[in-house]
């Protein structure tokens, strides 16, 4: 039976071994680890910088019309950690990934393997699949985008174009929407050409109440200004109000009556609350103080067929 001989290596050849190719492979793996950790605690230390920012601006506005403007505009502190955690994770996942593929081909090389045709393989591939998922990347890179720009979020108002409703669900690649029948929409990120946010910001509240020709315009006013000033000192109401309700005068003169406007800056989603609080607050106070509102003229029936003499 044959003895196979194996080389002798001296302990000079097996240090120079160990001192060649593994040392480089385990100073590869180490720099990689410890990058990936750097870029770890740089970005955790972005993450919470700006959270603190965030939170003394919030402080900062102080009293109860810059707590209602915080949350009117959007920047509440539960949904701004949130934004800012999300793009915290998608900034370590794209570290993550270009770490480990730098470090993975760096080893490839020590180790010997030809990258030239990998790499062109890899470009021809991704090339192909470039093109055959084009949409899944418009899909992903949409959704990228929305989170860190916080256009919208679960619970949101949005009218998308498509459908008006709330959303319920917010990925990468799709957004769930529920309309005001109950219907769930799954609208593709890379389908959305615009948002429309109504409960980022503030809404406004705009009220129109008719008044006889012949009433006093000025004693109507006035009677509305009372009610609109005691409905923004109203505890149960002064949360959703930013500023007080105004009363912009006559908007038009015509069929017999005179229509006055009120206008109103509220909370975002709010204004429809305000407006029928306004409407039954401007009814009971013409009734109390006597204001007429427009003459309803009678309708009269069509002429009948003319009867033959």
């Given at each position: 039976?044959?003895q196979?001989e194996?080389?002798?290596?001296t302990?000079a050849?097996?240090r120079?071994?160990?001192?060649?190719?593994?040392?480089?492979i385990?100073i590869?793996?180490?720099?990689a680890?410890?990058?990936?950790?750097?870029?770890?605690?740089?970005?955790d230390?972005v993450?919470?910088t700006?959270?603190q920012?965030?939170?003394?601006?919030?402080v900062?506005?102080?009293?109860?019309?810059?707590r209602?403007?915080?949350?009117a505009?959007?920047v509440d502190?539960?949904?701004?950690?949130?934004?800012?955690?999300?793009?915290?994770?998608?900034?370590?996942?794209?570290?993550?990934?270009v770490?480990?593929?730098i470090?993975?081909?760096?080893?490839?090389?020590?180790?010997?393997?030809?990258l030239?045709?990998?790499l062109a393989s890899?470009g021809v591939?991704?090339?192909?699949?470039?093109f055959?998922a084009?949409?899944?990347?418009?899909?992903?890179?949409s959704?990228i985008?929305?989170i860190v720009e916080?256009?919208y979020?679960?619970?949101?108002?949005v009218?998308?174009?498509?459908?008006v409703?709330?959303?319920?669900n917010v990925s990468?690649?799709?957004t769930?929407l529920?309309d005001?029948?109950?219907?769930t929409w799954y609208v593709?990120?890379g389908?959305i050409?615009?948002?429309?946010n109504?409960?980022?910001?503030w809404s406004?509240a705009?009220?129109?109440?008719?008044?006889a020709?012949?009433?006093?315009v000025?004693?109507?006013q006035?009677?509305?200004?009372?009610?609109?000033?005691?409905?923004?000192?109203?505890?149960?109401?002064?949360?959703?109000?930013?500023?007080?309700?105004?009363?912009?005068?006559v908007?038009s003169?015509?069929?017999g009556?005179i229509?006055i406007?009120?206008?109103?800056?509220?909370?975002?989603?709010?204004h429809f609350?305000?407006?029928?609080e306004?409407?039954?607050?401007?009814?009971?106070a013409f009734?109390?103080?006597?204001?007429?509102?427009p003459?309803?003229l009678?309708t009269?029936?069509?002429?009948?067929?003319?009867?033959?003499a």
């Amino acid at each position: 039976m044959p003895q196979i001989e194996l080389p002798a290596l001296t302990w000079a050849q097996t240090r120079d071994w160990l001192l060649g190719d593994p040392l480089s492979i385990a100073i590869t793996v180490v720099v990689a680890l410890v990058a990936r950790w750097a870029a770890f605690r740089l970005i955790d230390r972005v993450v919470d910088t700006a959270t603190q920012r965030h939170t003394d601006r919030v402080v900062s506005l102080g009293g109860r019309a810059g707590r209602v403007l915080a949350s009117a505009v959007g920047v509440d502190r539960e949904r701004h950690v949130q934004r800012t955690r999300t793009m915290g994770a998608i900034l370590r996942s794209i570290v993550s990934f270009v770490i480990a593929t730098i470090a993975l081909l760096t080893v490839m090389a020590i180790v010997g393997i030809p990258l030239g045709p990998m790499l062109a393989s890899a470009g021809v591939g991704g090339v192909a699949l470039g093109f055959g998922a084009q949409s899944l990347v418009k899909d992903f890179l949409s959704g990228i985008f929305m989170i860190v720009e916080d256009q919208y979020g679960v619970g949101d108002v949005v009218d998308t174009g498509e459908v008006v409703g709330t959303v319920e669900n917010v990925s990468l690649r799709v957004t769930q929407l529920r309309d005001g029948n109950g219907v769930t929409w799954y609208v593709r990120n890379g389908e959305i050409l615009r948002i429309g946010n109504r409960s980022q910001g503030w809404s406004m509240a705009m009220v129109d109440v008719p008044i006889a020709y012949d009433e006093d315009v000025e004693r109507a006013q006035r009677v509305i200004r009372d009610v609109v000033g005691g409905l923004h000192e109203d505890a149960l109401w002064a949360d959703r109000l930013i500023e007080e309700p105004e009363v912009v005068g006559v908007e038009s003169i015509a069929g017999g009556s005179i229509t006055i406007r009120i206008l109103a800056k509220c909370v975002a989603q709010e204004h429809f609350a305000v407006q029928r609080e306004m409407r039954e607050r401007i009814k009971l106070a013409f009734d109390r103080e006597g204001v007429r509102g427009p003459v309803v003229l009678p309708t009269l029936p069509p002429p009948g067929p003319v009867g033959r003499a």
